[in-house]
């Protein structure tokens, strides 16, 4: 069984490397023909053909569950008539409703657009901004009006950016949107919902309510960025956040219980054994286990965590002797049935690979015997867990904690022996109403997390224990190390391959400082416009994206991490003027890299027509304004002219049809082989003799899917088509990345669905 199960996971990894055009319902009704042409085979072929058959036709039903259950999600998409519009909808809460500063974001399931009753509800996120004083947020299990304007669930993508849009597919939402109005229609709240408004009630007087609530129920939105960021560079993020460590302490918890209780119930050997207490305590772990997972909203994590200890008691049960790494790998298989698409969560990831770095743990190395044996083997698991996690680590969270295992050491006894089991018999009072008594446990149960707190914040802020992916080299490089440790050959072997590995990584990392390639990429930042010119470790930056009051500062959320994932220091920045759009991270920046020389838009010296200079092989030319301005609004945008080995790209900010009719009264040399469309693609620019001036061989559009301007503009499209100028757009397809070599360009869009598999395509 195991062996079609494996053959099956294999199918259904591979239906994650397929492009969009392979996602299709065919795929199907091609899997379950060959599984029945297999069946009725079997009879008649040797074993060997015959096993062959079975593992074929279980790669094949991989496959199609993969595909499949793709092919549905898309299918369950919102239609683009309702798209970019205000609609009138009908909503079913289904999450607890998470309360910022000044907005909500409610997630549910849209019942209805108008008059029309969707027969497959959509799964839909909502924010509401500056919602009404008077109003109560929406609770889960009621149901909303709203009139909301709806929009396709895209995010931004760039390098060493958070991939928002492969979460939305993972959770399996179909549309997002903002709301304008609302009331509620009918229903009564959720029994988690009314648990979780009755513990709220004692957020004033707790300091790490955020951490409290997280522990009981997998809700993090009383955390604060502040805490969070403290957790994740200490490698503490793994404890607030409900997984198979606070799962087997609460399963585990009841089964010690359920013994301790049999001691007292029957003082007789044979009295206990008539009893059975085993089956009784393993009955009631598993219910608290599916409780816990149940008050966690049965996340990946837990529904993972869950569905271990059920295989690992199932085979308990009926004495089945099976080796851990069948149970993980039955466990996965029964993981993927509930959550199909859990393949593109980290977190699955983090926990298939944490249970495994375990299993590995115990098969290479003895147990330790002798004094101090928890606490050794706690230190040793916490090491190795640390070592082999290294590079999933740095893949997904951009670096290493070097005192995660020290911290771990500290913090996780404190957290399953005292703070988790403090806070859950909270909650089981604060179920009776006792709210006074939940209050003072949660009092008692936070206490050395408020002691522990300045040290974790100290080092959190510690530059010196925290390792950047991008000192640490590459992860392939920190892949083969661990394996060559881990592999079961002699000593001379083992520093062998390290030394040669240790010497690549060093030569490698000498290399890339020495690297002097030239690329200008064009980041997605959503509506607006951020471009970082690179050359060897150094940028040159134009522009720096909006900052949204309630949305994000694209500065953090998009600059800065793409500079950190290419090891990028910023020498030089302009920006084109004030709008928001484009001067919205100028603060961030400023913050992170005070030596930053800034031109234009009141951040450092004016643009003005005349101004030049190289940095390093890119010389740079101001075409506009003409006269000194503060660059305050879009026809005073400084127009950036950048040649780059002789390919020249033209950088026109927000200008109008006035600016670039200036600009051409004045005989500016305009051309250029490289346009990026001034105001985004909006009708108010791009005019035909402006475009025949410039002749580019290509355009690039930098603005967002959902933007409510209709950017880009239909007759700009077709005053492109006209003159067969291709049109690039960083909201179909994300960062677009220009190469240029000794006498030629190259253009590529990384993130774009053409380079790479189907939950990528813009829908």
């Avoid at 490397?17 to 069946?39: D, N, T």
């Avoid at 098969?363 to 290294?390: C, D």
């Avoid at 002749?695 to 933007?707: D, K, L, M, T």
Wanted: aromatic share 10%; hydrophobic share 50%; glycine share 8%.
């Amino acid at each position: 069984m195991d062996r079609w199960l494996c053959a099956a996971l294999f199918g259904y990894s591979l239906s994650f490397f397929f492009s969009k055009q392979l996602v299709l319902a065919p795929w199907l009704w091609l899997a379950i023909f060959l599984a029945f042409a297999a069946m009725a085979l079997t009879c008649k072929l040797h074993v060997r053909q015959r096993s062959l058959m079975l593992v074929l036709g279980c790669v094949l039903c991989g496959i199609a569950w993969g595909t499949g259950n793709a092919y549905l999600h898309f299918q369950r998409q919102l239609p683009p008539q309702l798209l970019q519009q205000t609609t009138p909808i009908i909503v079913d809460i289904t999450e607890i409703t998470q309360v910022g500063d000044q907005f909500w974001r409610i997630e549910g399931k849209l019942l209805q657009t108008g008059s029309t009753q969707l027969t497959n509800p959509a799964l839909v996120r909502l924010n509401w901004y500056e919602p009404p004083a008077n109003l109560k947020p929406p609770m889960a299990g009621t149901q909303w009006y709203f009139q909301a304007r709806l929009k396709a669930p895209q995010g931004v993508r760039n390098d060493g950016g958070f991939l928002y849009h492969r979460y939305l597919v993972s959770r399996q939402l179909h549309g997002l949107g903002s709301i304008r109005s609302g009331h509620y229609l009918r229903g009564e709240a959720s029994w988690r919902q009314q648990l979780f408004s009755r513990l709220q009630t004692l957020q004033p007087q707790l300091q790490n309510f955020g951490v409290l609530i997280a522990l009981m129920m997998g809700e993090r939105q009383a955390l604060t960025a502040e805490q969070w960021h403290m957790y994740q560079r200490t490698g503490l993020a793994h404890l607030i956040a409900i997984s198979g460590l606070h799962l087997s302490l609460v399963a585990g918890g009841v089964l010690v219980l359920s013994q301790l209780s049999s001691r007292f119930a029957a003082r007789s050997r044979r009295r206990r054994e008539y009893l059975n207490s085993w089956y009784l305590g393993v009955f009631i772990a598993l219910v608290a286990a599916f409780g816990y997972a149940a008050l966690a909203g049965f996340a990946t994590a837990t529904l993972r965590a869950f569905a271990m200890f059920a295989v690992v008691i199932w085979h308990k049960q009926y004495a089945i002797h099976t080796p851990m790494s069948r149970v993980l790998l039955r466990a996965v298989g029964l993981v993927i049935v509930f959550e199909p698409l859990a393949w593109l969560q980290p977190g699955f990831w983090l926990s298939v690979s944490a249970v495994a770095t375990i299993m590995l743990m115990h098969w290479r190395w003895p147990s330790i015997q002798g004094r101090w044996r928890a606490v050794r083997q706690l230190w040793r698991l916490e090491l190795v867990l640390t070592l082999l996690m290294w590079p999933l680590t740095a893949v997904l969270f951009g670096g290493l904690p070097l005192l995660a295992p020290l911290t771990n050491l500290l913090v996780v006894p404190i957290v399953g022996m005292w703070v988790l089991p403090l806070s859950l018999l909270a909650m089981l009072v604060s179920m009776l109403h006792a709210m006074p008594l939940a209050g003072w446990l949660l009092w008692l149960a936070e206490q050395p997390l408020n002691y522990l707190e300045p040290l974790l914040q100290y080092l959190a802020q510690a530059k010196w224990q925290w390792l950047a992916s991008s000192q640490s080299g590459p992860v392939v490089l920190i892949g083969l190390l661990i394996v060559a440790w881990l592999w079961p050959w002699r000593w001379p072997w083992k520093l062998g391959t390290t030394a040669a590995l240790v010497v690549s990584l060093l030569v490698m990392q000498q290399l890339a400082q020495q690297r002097n390639n030239l690329v200008l990429h064009i980041l997605d930042v959503d509506q607006g416009s951020a471009v970082v010119m690179q050359q060897g470790a150094h940028a040159m930056l134009i522009d720096t994206g909006a900052n949204w009051e309630l949305g994000g500062n694209m500065a953090q959320r998009v600059i800065l991490p793409f500079l950190q994932h290419h090891d990028l220091t910023p020498q030089l920045a302009f920006v084109s003027h004030t709008d928001n759009d484009h001067n919205g991270g100028v603060d961030v920046l400023k913050q992170q890299y005070p030596q930053l020389r800034w031109f234009g838009s009141g951040s450092g010296s004016p643009c003005v027509a005349g101004q030049s200079g190289h940095w390093r092989r890119v010389h740079w030319q101001v075409l506009h304004p003409r006269t000194v301005t503060d660059n305050a609004h879009n026809d005073d945008s400084c127009v950036l002219l950048l040649t780059i080995n002789g390919t020249r790209v033209l950088l026109p900010g927000d200008i109008t049809k006035r600016a670039e009719r200036q600009l051409l009264a004045h005989a500016a040399d305009v051309k250029a082989d490289i346009l990026v469309l001034p105001h985004h693609g909006s009708n108010s620019s791009s005019e035909g003799y402006f475009l025949s001036a410039v002749v580019p061989q290509y355009a690039i559009a930098s603005r967002g899917r959902n933007n409510a301007y209709g950017m880009v503009a239909e007759p700009v499209k077709q005053r492109l088509q006209h003159r067969n100028i291709p049109l690039l757009d960083t909201a179909l397809g994300g960062q677009l990345s220009i190469i240029f070599k000794a006498d030629r360009y190259e253009i590529s869009q990384p993130w774009a669905a053409a380079h790479g598999a189907w939950f990528d395509a813009d829908n």
